[in-house]
C-alpha cells in the first residue's frame, strides 16, 4: 500500500505513515466477544480504551493476550446482562506491532 499524506511535512510522514499502518492493522486483527456481564473482574462497566485478556484456541489465540476493547455493546433480557466486546491487538493503532502474536504457539 502506498499512502500520501497530504497534511503531513517531510519531518512527520514517518509518523503519518506508522498510524496508517496501525489502523489497518487494528482493523485486520479483531475479535467479537460476549460477556455474560456488564461489568469486568474489578467491578467497572466495560469501556472502551481499555485492556481485556482473551485465550480462545478456537479462533487460534493460542496465547493468553491482553486486548484493547475497541468496541462495547451492553444488550439486557428479561433475565439476562450482557456486553459484547470487540478486542483488537495491543498496539493496533500506534503502529506498534507486538513482539508475540496470539496466535503463534
Known amino acids: 500500500m502506498v499512502i500520501k499524506p497530504n497534511d503531513s511535512t517531510s519531518s512527520n510522514a514517518k509518523t503519518a505513515a506508522e498510524a496508517q499502518m496501525g ?3 487494528g482493523n485486520s486483527v479483531s475479535y ?3 460477556v455474560p456481564s456488564w ?4 467491578g467497572a462497566l466495560w469501556d472502551v480504551n481499555t485492556l481485556a485478556s482473551l ?12 486486548m484493547i ?4 455493546s451492553f444488550s439486557r ?23 508475540v502474536l496470539p ?3
Open 32 to 34: 467479537s466477544v460476549t
Open 55 to 66: 485465550l480462545a484456541p478456537g479462533v487460534m489465540v493460542y496465547n493468553k493476550t491482553m
Open 39 to 42: 461489568k469486568d473482574a474489578s
Open 23 to 25: 489502523r489497518m492493522f
Open 69 to 72: 476493547i475497541k468496541e462495547v
Open 103 to 105: 496466535w503463534e504457539e
Open 77 to 99: 433480557t428479561k433475565n439476562t446482562e450482557s456486553a459484547t466486546l470487540t478486542l483488537v491487538l495491543p498496539g493496533s493503532f500506534s503502529g506498534e506491532i507486538p513482539e
